[in-house]
């Protein structure tokens, strides 16, 4: 008797034409992998020849070739039309008798092994499914919690049926794919009982940024359909790749999502005892929503699983391969379980040589904002479509505005400047599809079908990190394209300054030689938004901001705890981006009146009539009105280095007037756990007063290097306020005086073997200044990310000058 079915031990990667991608991965990981660790639920495959032998004993190709051999595909209606008389021909097929059979034997072997009320998953699985020109990802259709023979043969002639679904004929016609040549295979497996506890997406890569030291992880509770099909906003998580392998086991940084949503079985059956839906979704607990679902613990394995997925196919395929993965947490045995796995079949694909960057040359009115999907810009007017009955309504150029799509959307998709969903992240459909199309998609932007008009010309920009903005009209921008292949390598180090940490990943293509200058003060405005001092006090402060401060805080153990995690996981994050170059780290440097702006600020600030030369920097440190505050900066910094494993982390600290105060200060550091030279710790100080540049052998004493900070050194040694515009004409650091303060910190620092550096915007702007530099022999150069490439070729000419000068 031919066998139609396959156990995943009898399967692996190779038989994707027997039983497509998905079992044949599965198989895969089930006989490689367990061994590892990795739990895999046991079950079947139903193959492809059974797909096609229920065709010829049906005489049902005719009849398909009829509907499909000649019609436009991109004719929405024909498309809707042929697709459903497509699927009615498969579902009037009759299941041969010998394939039930053998489908019964081995549902009841499933049941030996797992208990008579077994429940299954029963996903299709098409023979060219995650191909690496594409992932077939949502086409075809999945089944949940099915129990008993009928309800199986129900669902199995169902998946059967959706390889003729609207979407799944227009998604072969697009990536070249004959659909009568395309076949299906079944997966039917023990099913893991997310339903009563948690389940997600993850990548073994940034999906956004390509960036391949990271493991992206999506998570809610519940089924994982809602994070699929983009009707919640899940919690997302990174970890650090190259640490992890180094033994840290730490998330680099979370986002905590909505989870409005829960998907559970719902066991609504008819009259013929068949099931008519097998899940469905409930609110999720408010208490619920505001907490995320899994602990780190999850996560970090989780991390593992995807790090050894990886490592396994990459090493049969004899290079890189990202992986894209579905995983899910059992709520009864408490259980970890990866469910799917397959290729990451985008942002894999890219040339590493070649770098494209997005930038808006203006800006206007943001209309709304959410999750940014990929690096692009998009405009056009908006088209409001709130069911497919309206697809046939959108142009070419337009800006698909939805609650959320679905793989029937994927013809108007295709032909869209930009998408904007009200919900989903960034694994959803959308999030998906769009990154397939390469264009820009903005999810989970609350209220978007309500704030945006239908016919209204809007840009789309996700250029500039993690966040996506829809803008006002239609904004001019450009694109720059660069093969990096061609940038010389520089004798001076070129670095960059960096402070946002969403724009991490998507700026660590950059050929740089580390980050010269990570601002702390962008995550605590942004993402902490409380002033440190009044997380440790909050009984000096008024009601209502202990309320705030509560609200922001309610995640985490303590206040205090709140901002060590979310500085830690910032400051790693852009460390992680040229990990294991070095990442040059300020402390804290705001001044009195933006410290007041703060959350409870206006409780520990005093109001100064020139804050540019007042209490700000190291003078802070050591003062009894913050020393607590820089207490947890230490410990946050701390976290990063020891616990997180970011030894790559250089500590810099500014406006330090005088040498005594540098000594208190680096005393300070030591009493909470920040000993220069321990850990192989390197603190550097800010050259930005004259003092630095006159005291420079004494400074050398107590600090690794120095970075001249050209703006405030500028500042002080004309006597300028560069806060005032009125004299702001005497403002330039190309001042004789000026070029001779940084000429003598430059030679004082080398003098005394000690790294020279400038992090100020002068470089950037005026290319004299660069060259002035070079020839001084400074260190590093630290430029805006912007003027990176354009810096790197004029110090080249710089530097090949020099040469034949000498």
């Given at each position: ?30 006989q ?20 096609r ?18 019609f436009?595909?991109d ?5 809707q039309k042929?697709?459903k ?11 041969p008798?010998?394939?039930i059979?053998?489908?019964?034997s ?35 259709d ?31 016609y ?33 999906p956004e ?13 519940g ?42 079985f ?15 979704n409930?609110?999720t607990?408010k ?7 899994i602990?780190d ?21 004899g290079?890189?391969k ?40 203006e ?27 309206r ?5 070419a ?35 998906i599809?769009s ?7 903005i ?24 966040t996506?903005?829809?803008y ?19 004798k001076?180090?070129?670095m ?21 200058l990570a ?5 605590i ?22 309320q705030k ?14 901002f ?8 790693a994050?852009?460390a992680?981006a ?14 009195t009146?933006?410290?007041a702006?703060?959350l ?15 209490f700000?920097g ?6 009894p009105s ?16 020891d ?12 406006f ?21 030279g321990e850990?192989g ?20 004493e ?16 004309l ?30 620092a080398?003098r ?7 992090c ?7 290319p004299?200044?660069?060259e002035?530099?070079?020839k ?5 150069i630290?430029l ?11 110090i ?11």
């Amino acid at each position: 008797m031919f066998k139609y079915i396959k156990w995943f031990n009898e399967l692996n990667i190779k038989d994707v034409d027997l039983v497509g991608g998905k079992n044949a991965s599965l198989g895969e990981m089930y006989q490689n992998l367990t061994e590892k660790g990795i739990r895999i639920p046991n079950g079947f495959a139903i193959t492809a020849d059974a797909y096609r032998h229920i065709l010829d004993d049906n005489d049902a190709w005719g009849k398909l070739h009829e509907q499909l051999d000649v019609f436009d595909p991109d004719d929405v209606t024909q498309l809707q039309k042929r697709g459903k008389r497509c699927r009615e021909i498969i579902q009037d097929c009759v299941l041969p008798g010998d394939l039930i059979v053998q489908i019964k034997s081995a549902y009841e072997a499933l049941k030996v092994e797992y208990g008579e009320n077994v429940a299954l998953a029963v996903r299709s699985s098409a023979t060219a499914e995650d191909s690496p020109e594409a992932s077939f990802a949502g086409q075809n259709d999945s089944y949940l919690n099915i129990s008993g023979l009928d309800a199986l043969l129900d669902a199995y002639k169902r998946c059967l049926a959706s390889n003729f679904t609207d979407r799944s004929i227009h998604y072969k016609y697009d990536h070249g794919f004959d659909d009568l040549k395309v076949y299906l295979s079944v997966v039917v497996m023990k099913m893991v009982r997310s339903d009563i506890g948690e389940s997600g997406v993850m990548f073994s890569i940034d999906p956004e940024t390509g960036f391949k030291d990271v493991v992206f992880i999506n998570a809610a509770y519940g089924l994982g359909e809602n994070i699929v099909q983009g009707t919640i906003a899940p919690d997302s998580f990174y970890v650090h790749k190259p640490t992890f392998k180094k033994g840290y086991r730490t998330v680099l940084k979370r986002r905590l999502g909505d989870k409005v949503l829960k998907m559970v079985f719902a066991d609504e059956i008819n009259e013929d005892n068949i099931a008519v839906e097998y899940t469905k979704n409930i609110p999720t607990p408010k208490e619920d929503q505001t907490k995320f679902c899994i602990s780190d613990e999850d996560v970090v394995l989780l991390a593992e699983y995807a790090i050894k997925i990886e490592e396994h196919y990459s090493k049969q395929a004899g290079y890189d391969k990202p992986m894209d993965m579905e995983w899910a947490k059992d709520g009864l045995d408490g259980q970890l379980y990866i469910v799917q796995a397959r290729p990451e079949t985008v942002e894999s694909r890219k040339k590493e040589t070649y770098l494209e960057m997005y930038g808006l040359k203006e800006h206007s009115k943001v209309l709304i904002q959410g999750q940014a999907v990929g690096t692009k810009i998009g405009s056009g007017k908006i088209c409001k479509i709130t069911d497919v009955s309206r697809l046939d309504q959108f142009e070419a150029g337009d800006v698909l505005l939805a609650e959320t799509t679905s793989p029937d959307w994927e013809p108007i998709m295709k032909i869209a400047s930009a998408i904007v969903t009200n919900s989903g992240g960034r694994t959803c459909h959308a999030a998906i599809v769009s990154r397939e199309l390469g264009i820009p998609a903005i999810v989970g932007a609350k209220n978007a079908l309500e704030i945006l008009e239908d016919g209204k010309e809007v840009t789309v920009s996700c250029a500039e990190g993690e966040t996506g903005f829809v803008y006002e009209g239609n904004l001019d921008f450009e694109i720059t394209k660069t093969d990096l292949s061609t940038i010389p390598t520089t004798k001076t180090q070129i670095m960059m300054n960096l402070g946002n940490p969403d724009m991490a990943f998507s700026l660590a293509s950059l050929p740089v030689d580390g980050i010269g200058l990570a601002r702390m003060e962008f995550i605590i405005n942004t993402s902490i938004k409380a002033h440190p001092m009044a997380l440790i006090h909050p009984e000096k402060l008024d009601e209502s901001t202990q309320q705030k401060i509560a609200q922001l805080t309610g995640v985490h153990d303590s206040p205090e705890t709140f901002f060590i995690k979310t500085l830690s996981e910032g400051v790693a994050s852009i460390a992680a981006a040229v990990y294991p170059k070095p990442c040059v780290v300020r402390m804290s440097d705001f001044k009195t009146n933006e410290y007041a702006t703060l959350l409870g600020g206006k409780f520990f600030e005093s109001h100064e009539a020139n804050p540019m030369i007042g209490f700000r920097g190291a003078s802070r440190y050591t003062h009894p009105s913050y020393e607590e505050g820089f207490a947890l900066e230490c410990a946050a910094m701390k976290r990063v280095r020891d616990e997180m494993g970011f030894d790559n982390v250089i500590l810099m600290i500014p406006f330090c007037r005088r040498v005594e105060e540098g000594q208190r200060v680096l005393d300070t550091m030591a009493k909470y756990g920040l000993e220069r030279g321990e850990n192989g710790l390197k603190i550097y100080v800010m050259c930005e007063i004259p003092n630095n540049v006159i005291e420079i052998d004494a400074f050398s004493e107590l600090f690794d290097g120095f970075s001249i900070g050209s703006n405030d050194l500028t500042q002080l040694t004309l006597g300028v306020d560069r806060d005032s515009e009125i004299v702001a004409f005497d403002y330039d650091e190309r001042d004789p005086g000026v070029m001779k303060m940084i000429e003598m910190a430059v030679k004082g620092a080398k003098r005394n073997h000690r790294h020279s550096g400038i992090c100020g915007q002068g470089p950037s702007d005026y290319p004299e200044m660069a060259e002035a530099l070079v020839k001084l022999g400074i260190d590093s150069i630290s430029l805006n990310p912007d003027t990176v490439l354009q810096t790197i070729q004029n110090i080249t000419v710089y530097e090949e000058k020099l040469i034949l000068d000498e």
